[in-house]
Nanobody, 127 residues
Framework: QVQLVESGGGLVQAGVSLRLSCAAS????????MGWFRQAPGKERELVGS????????YYADSVKGRFTISRDNAKNTMYLQMNTLKPEDTAVYYC????????????????????WGQGTQVTVSA
């Protein structure tokens, strides 16, 4: 089992950068594929991007491709989301999620693939 805690959210102006962190408990962090999701008010939770257990392969939603970068440091049990050139439409609660991964090829994309979720961190981008 793993517990996830997001941090790094805040209120920023459009065009700036922000980095979110997702700290995981436990000693088997490298066994989990991970993902970042977001949920804006009145909208469904959507995938931002996901990463395989080694960090070598990633997937991004079209809406963030080229602006956001997912990475992980398995030695620190932490995943990151570097968000550049933020837009007001990026305003949402951002969640990290994890699922045990039996191989290094697995990059989960659907919400229902994930087993563990953090509590979320608010990101608000003003125009």
């Amino acid at each position: 089992q793993v517990q996830l805690v997001e941090s790094g959210g805040g209120l920023v102006q459009a065009g700036v950068s922000l980095r979110l962190s997702c700290a995981a408990s436990g000693r088997t962090f490298s066994s989990y594929a991970m993902g970042w999701f977001r949920q804006a008010p009145g909208k469904e939770r959507e995938l931002v991007g996901s990463i395989n257990r080694s960090g070598g392969s990633k997937y991004y939603a079209d809406s963030v491709k080229g602006r956001f970068t997912i990475s992980r440091d398995n030695a620190k049990n932490t995943m990151y989301l570097q968000m550049n050139t933020l837009k007001p439409e990026d305003t949402a609660v951002y969640y990290c999620a994890a699922v045990i991964s039996g191989n290094n090829f697995y990059i989960p994309r659907r919400l229902d693939e994930y087993t563990y979720w953090g509590q979320g961190t608010q990101v608000t981008v003003s125009a």
